[in-house]
């Protein structure tokens, strides 16, 4: 049990568009969701908390109108990066919490490569 | 949330137990120390956590200190597939906002 899912698993973009990143628990319902960022040979960054019916926090220094969060269900939050840059090139990883264990359960993470 | 501190890097033989220690010496009395592992280029694995009992699972041990100022995680019989980064986190429980160190990257040889 616990698994959560990100789609996609990689992609590539031009620079100036946007791109959609998915997380999902599969077989259990999270109120809460997290976003990570991780650089090549560094750690996870956490970018912002994901909260099913508001508005997301975001932590310091992370651009909430670059990185667009929206946590409709409990079950789906996404990650939007809009008009990304090549400095926007990173694994981003989500986490959601199992409400019964409250621990944090991550995907598979993503790798974005914007050219 | 209390800091910590790992060794940056750790071998390891197969089949032998791979002893992974963690200071949290600010740690507070309602925080709980948590282990994940990230193998390379998947996502953190929770393996086990504890707030001042020794714990175990099917996958590891986790050994607390009694002043709980450190902790040590325990992979019983390490295999080749345990070469990964093992982060070390405390955070109060129920408070899920993770700040991940800079981890211990274990290398299990051969």
């Known amino acids: 049990g616990a698994v959560v899912s990100q789609h996609p698993s990689r992609v590539i973009c031009k620079s100036g568009t946007s791109v959609k990143i998915e997380c999902r628990s599969l077989d259990f319902q999270a109120t809460t969701m997290f976003w990570y960022r991780q650089f090549p040979k560094k750690s996870l960054m956490l970018m912002a908390t994901s909260n099913e019916g508001s508005k997301a926090t975001y932590e310091q220094g992370v651009e909430k109108d670059k990185f667009l969060i929206n946590h409709a269900s409990l079950t789906l939050s996404t990650l939007t990066v809009t008009s990304a840059h090549p400095e926007d090139s990173s694994f981003y990883i989500c986490?959601?919490?199992?409400?019964?264990?409250?621990?944090?359960?991550f995907g598979p993470g993503t790798r974005l490569l914007v050219l | 949330d209390a800091k910590t501190t790992q060794p940056p890097s750790m071998d390891c033989a197969e089949g032998r137990a791979a002893n992974l220690p963690c200071n949290h010496s600010t740690i507070s009395g309602n925080e709980y120390v948590y282990w994940y592992r990230q193998i390379h280029s998947q996502g953190p694995q929770y393996i086990i956590h504890?707030?001042?009992n020794n714990e175990t699972n099917e996958m590891a041990s986790l050994i607390i200190t009694e002043d709980r100022k450190s902790s040590t995680l325990i992979l019983p019989h390490a295999t080749l597939r345990d070469t990964a980064v093992y982060y070390c986190i405390v955070l109060i429980y129920n408070f899920n906002k993770f700040y991940f160190g800079s981890g211990t990257k274990l290398n299990v040889k051969p």
């Open positions: 504890g707030l001042k």
């Open positions: 986490s959601a919490v199992a409400g019964e264990r409250e621990t944090q359960y």
